[in-house]
């Protein structure tokens, strides 16, 4: 579990919108922020769950420059 204590409970690191936890500490000047589900989630877009999995970074803009 990842220590989520306030109403509503935030989205587990598993799902799918898990950027939508709370923020418990930010560090623009390092690049990171750390959510409140365990989600280290980069200026980049890029993301570590906390079991370790890395999501590579995921901007929209690389989006529709491929579309």
């Known amino acids: 579990m ?13 799902a799918s919108d898990r950027e939508a936890a709370a923020v418990v ?4 000047e390092q690049g990171w922020t ?3 589900n365990g989600v ?6 890029g993301e570590l ?3 370790g999995e890395v999501i590579p ?3 929209l803009t690389d989006t529709l420059a491929t579309v």
Do not use: I
Not at 25 to 28: D, I, L, S, T
Not at 40 to 45: A, K, N, S, Y
């Open 2 to 14: 990842y220590g989520c204590l306030h109403e509503p409970l935030c989205p587990v690191p598993e």
């Open 25 to 28: 500490a930010r560090h623009p």
């Open 34 to 36: 750390l959510l409140c």
């Open 40 to 45: 280290l989630l980069f200026e980049d877009t």
């Open 49 to 51: 769950l906390p079991n």
């Open 57 to 59: 970074p995921h901007r």
